[in-house]
């Protein structure tokens, strides 16, 4: 499920955005399929889970960041297409 070397097809989401804006939300009713109730993220969440669509098997790794602008000068995001949070001093 989303781990290296693992046959399926395999996508990275960021789900970014300002405070009680849904993004919590969002995330787990992909994953649960149902509105489960949540509390503010301090920092962010990270789900992997695997998704079926059209007959086929894909890992989903989803990352929830709260607060944009407080993260926003953290994210770095190469033309590989592979999301890099970095802390900088």
Not at 11 to 28: E, F, H, M, Q
Not at 67 to 88: F, N, Q
């Amino acid at each position: 499920m989303g781990q290296r070397g693992s046959t399926q097809p395999e996508a990275r989401v960021l789900i970014l955005g300002l405070d009680n804006a849904g993004k919590s939300t969002l995330l787990y009713k992909m994953k649960h399929d149902k509105l489960v109730g949540t509390v503010p993220t301090v920092g962010f969440n990270v789900e992997m889970f695997d998704v079926k669509r059209k007959k086929k098997n894909f890992a989903l790794t989803v990352w929830d960041v709260d607060a944009a602008d407080k993260y926003s000068s953290l994210l770095c995001i190469p033309e590989t297409g592979v999301m890099d949070i970095r802390h900088l001093k």
